[in-house]
């Protein structure tokens, strides 16, 4: 039912789990400097400085991966570990030492690589000189990226530019929740959204015309995406406001790379209205593209796709004079009562979403290869190593995923479950576990046990593999 060549996989992310924030020379980070600041933006003022460890304790992580039987590992580079000051003047020989081993450890052990080159982790170095916000990001990322390409791409196939541009610049620039922790309402993230895609784009025509050819690996760019329907079908305002809630998140960066090279009409079309109303007279606030930035529409390789959950979703209305993204997009969500709430407010379970959501990305983006590089269920509170509630959740979604496939014929090449390893939860720190395996924050070793979603996610693995035979690897 699975393509023999399905790819099972886990995946992590560098700040989240690495710590060393410090060591061989790594340079900061936005999150060491959001996390080092205090001024409570952080669960318990908690920090990434150590994590998981996994720069010291890389050995550890090789074995859950091999203990889970993965195909894939996704994993993410730290900008900074590899070029302190962002820029490829400057390397740090012992950052590309660590990922050369990971990979080679990786592969050595039949375990393919899936490499984010960024998740969330700006070298603090490139902030001072303006950041996301700055049109001149585009180039210093290309650069990190051909760096990159140049240096793992003999063994690195699968890329992923840019991780969740749409969190990167709403909870980054406009809600302050995430580092750089700015809050600059209804202009910011829609100008770093704009370089991030202007960024992203560079890196993969890069890919493309210098490194393809030789490396024939693929390049996409993950984009978040709850699955979106109206609280009442027959009511035309909700299926409005369902529209504006897709185009706002799916649509801000698929529309762009999969459908026209620009962002949906529905969602200029709703910024432009609120601009108006409100007297702002800075022009569109959401940015346009000029004929210098590189094309935008045809770079991606593939569709990656993170999904968590699901929402209902109807208009708003009654806003204040503040201009904002919420204003802009007008709708309110609500969550179905039969859907389960896990740990964290936002994830309720609702399997049946990633089946629509998937059959919808064929229909719209005209049926590209699909990996699900994100899909995972959260711990809050005391740890239970039986965690049934998250046994659920990967058996269900797993189940809906094989229909997508089976019956719907969606082209989904891969599913990376979230998270390997308990770690980092950005802003809720340790206190929201997504791991396959527990790590133990309180002792030095980091000890990582396996949960009994670990245990049943390889069982399913190993099903799968049994079924579809061993993969040829010639
Ligand atoms: C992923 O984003 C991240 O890629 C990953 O690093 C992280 O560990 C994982 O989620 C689990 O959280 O703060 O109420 O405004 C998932 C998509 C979208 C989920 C934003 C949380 C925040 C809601 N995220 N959402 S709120």
């Given at each position: 039912m699975f393509p023999c060549d399905f790819a099972w996989g886990a995946g992590t992310a560098a700040y989240q789990i690495e710590g060393g924030w410090d060591a061989d020379s790594k340079g900061p980070s936005i999150w060491d400097t959001f996390c080092h600041?205090?001024?409570?933006?952080?669960f318990a003022e908690q920090?990434?400085?150590?994590?998981?460890n996994s720069y010291e304790l890389w050995e550890k992580d090789l074995q859950c991966i091999r203990q889970l039987g993965l195909t894939h590992y996704r994993l993410s580079f730290s900008w900074a570990r590899l070029l302190p000051g962002g820029n490829t003047q400057d390397v740090n020989p012992k950052g590309v030492q660590y990922y050369n081993k990971v990979i080679d450890d990786l592969v050595a052990c039949n375990v393919l690589p899936m490499v984010t080159l960024y998740h969330f982790d700006l070298p603090q170095a490139l902030q001072d000189q303006?950041?996301?916000?700055?049109?001149?990001i585009a180039n210093l990322f290309n650069s990190y990226a051909q760096f990159c390409f140049q240096t793992f791409g003999d063994r690195v196939k699968l890329w992923i530019t840019i991780n969740e541009p749409y969190v990167c610049a709403k909870l980054g620039y406009e809600l302050g929740i995430h580092a750089p922790g700015l809050d600059e309402p209804g202009v910011a993230a829609y100008l770093v959204g704009h370089n991030m895609l202007r960024a992203h784009a560079m890196a993969w025509h890069s890919y493309n015309s210098i490194y393809r050819s030789k490396q024939r690996g693929a390049v996409s760019l993950a984009i978040n995406s709850d699955w979106a329907e109206p609280c009442?079908?027959?009511n035309p305002e909700d299926v409005a406001a369902t529209e504006r809630y897709l185009a706002f998140t799916l649509g801000w960066f698929a529309w762009p790379v999969f459908v026209s090279g620009d962002y949906p009409q529905t969602m200029r079309a709703a910024i432009d209205v609120q601009s108006k109303r409100l007297g702002f007279s800075g022009g569109s606030r959401l940015p346009s593209f000029s004929k210098?930035?590189?094309?935008?529409?045809?770079?991606?390789?593939f569709f990656a796709l993170n999904h968590y959950t699901s929402r209902k979703v109807k208009p708003r209305g009654a806003f204040g004079q503040m201009l904002c993204m919420k204003r802009d997009q007008d709708t309110e969500d609500v969550l179905d009562p039969s859907w389960p709430v896990c740990g964290v407010s936002w994830l309720a379970v609702a399997p049946h979403g990633l089946r629509k959501l998937l059959k919808y990305i064929k229909e719209t983006f005209n049926n590209p290869p699909v990996y699900i590089t994100e899909s995972g269920f959260s711990q809050v509170g005391p740890v239970q190593i039986e965690d049934v509630e998250r046994c659920t959740f990967y058996q269900s979604t797993i189940l809906e995923l094989a229909k997508a496939v089976g019956e719907d014929g969606v082209n989904v090449r891969g599913y990376f479950a979230w998270s390997l390893l308990d770690n980092f939860e950005w802003a809720d720190g340790y206190s929201v576990r997504f791991g396959l395996f527990h790590v133990?924050?309180?002792?030095?070793?980091?000890t990582r046990t396996i949960y009994r979603s670990g245990r049943e996610y390889a069982q399913i693995i190993a099903k799968h593999k049994s079924r579809t035979g061993p993969v040829d690897s010639s």
């Amino acid at each position: 039912m699975f393509p023999c060549d399905f790819a099972w996989g886990a995946g992590t992310a560098a700040y989240q789990i690495e710590g060393g924030w410090d060591a061989d020379s790594k340079g900061p980070s936005i999150w060491d400097t959001f996390c080092h600041g205090g001024g409570g933006r952080v669960f318990a003022e908690q920090t990434g400085d150590v994590a998981c460890n996994s720069y010291e304790l890389w050995e550890k992580d090789l074995q859950c991966i091999r203990q889970l039987g993965l195909t894939h590992y996704r994993l993410s580079f730290s900008w900074a570990r590899l070029l302190p000051g962002g820029n490829t003047q400057d390397v740090n020989p012992k950052g590309v030492q660590y990922y050369n081993k990971v990979i080679d450890d990786l592969v050595a052990c039949n375990v393919l690589p899936m490499v984010t080159l960024y998740h969330f982790d700006l070298p603090q170095a490139l902030q001072d000189q303006g950041g996301w916000q700055s049109p001149a990001i585009a180039n210093l990322f290309n650069s990190y990226a051909q760096f990159c390409f140049q240096t793992f791409g003999d063994r690195v196939k699968l890329w992923i530019t840019i991780n969740e541009p749409y969190v990167c610049a709403k909870l980054g620039y406009e809600l302050g929740i995430h580092a750089p922790g700015l809050d600059e309402p209804g202009v910011a993230a829609y100008l770093v959204g704009h370089n991030m895609l202007r960024a992203h784009a560079m890196a993969w025509h890069s890919y493309n015309s210098i490194y393809r050819s030789k490396q024939r690996g693929a390049v996409s760019l993950a984009i978040n995406s709850d699955w979106a329907e109206p609280c009442d079908p027959a009511n035309p305002e909700d299926v409005a406001a369902t529209e504006r809630y897709l185009a706002f998140t799916l649509g801000w960066f698929a529309w762009p790379v999969f459908v026209s090279g620009d962002y949906p009409q529905t969602m200029r079309a709703a910024i432009d209205v609120q601009s108006k109303r409100l007297g702002f007279s800075g022009g569109s606030r959401l940015p346009s593209f000029s004929k210098d930035d590189p094309t935008i529409l045809g770079t991606a390789d593939f569709f990656a796709l993170n999904h968590y959950t699901s929402r209902k979703v109807k208009p708003r209305g009654a806003f204040g004079q503040m201009l904002c993204m919420k204003r802009d997009q007008d709708t309110e969500d609500v969550l179905d009562p039969s859907w389960p709430v896990c740990g964290v407010s936002w994830l309720a379970v609702a399997p049946h979403g990633l089946r629509k959501l998937l059959k919808y990305i064929k229909e719209t983006f005209n049926n590209p290869p699909v990996y699900i590089t994100e899909s995972g269920f959260s711990q809050v509170g005391p740890v239970q190593i039986e965690d049934v509630e998250r046994c659920t959740f990967y058996q269900s979604t797993i189940l809906e995923l094989a229909k997508a496939v089976g019956e719907d014929g969606v082209n989904v090449r891969g599913y990376f479950a979230w998270s390997l390893l308990d770690n980092f939860e950005w802003a809720d720190g340790y206190s929201v576990r997504f791991g396959l395996f527990h790590v133990d924050f309180s002792e030095a070793e980091r000890t990582r046990t396996i949960y009994r979603s670990g245990r049943e996610y390889a069982q399913i693995i190993a099903k799968h593999k049994s079924r579809t035979g061993p993969v040829d690897s010639s």
